[in-house]
């Protein structure tokens, strides 16, 4: 994971072994507390960040245990 800004709230990049973006995820904080934590991994929404992986084989890869 890399913090980061998101639309001025912080948040951070998530990424797999291979350093490919999996996904972004943000912190909607108010009044000092978190309120809600907001995750984006469509593909098709992360190209612009750069190379993109694969959640549902980091998911499978967890799973099987290596």
């Known amino acids: ?6 639309n001025g709230t912080p948040g951070a990049l998530v990424f797999d072994r291979q350093e490919r973006v999996i996904g972004v995820t943000v912190l909607e904080i108010a009044a000092g507390e978190i ?9 098709d929404k992360l190209s612009h960040l750069g190379p993109v ?11 099987s245990g290596a």
């Open 35 to 43: 309120k809600a934590i907001r995750s984006v991994a469509n593909p």
């Open 53 to 63: 992986g694969n959640l549902g084989w980091v998911i499978a890869e967890r799973s």
């Open 1 to 6: 994971m890399q913090p980061v800004e998101v």
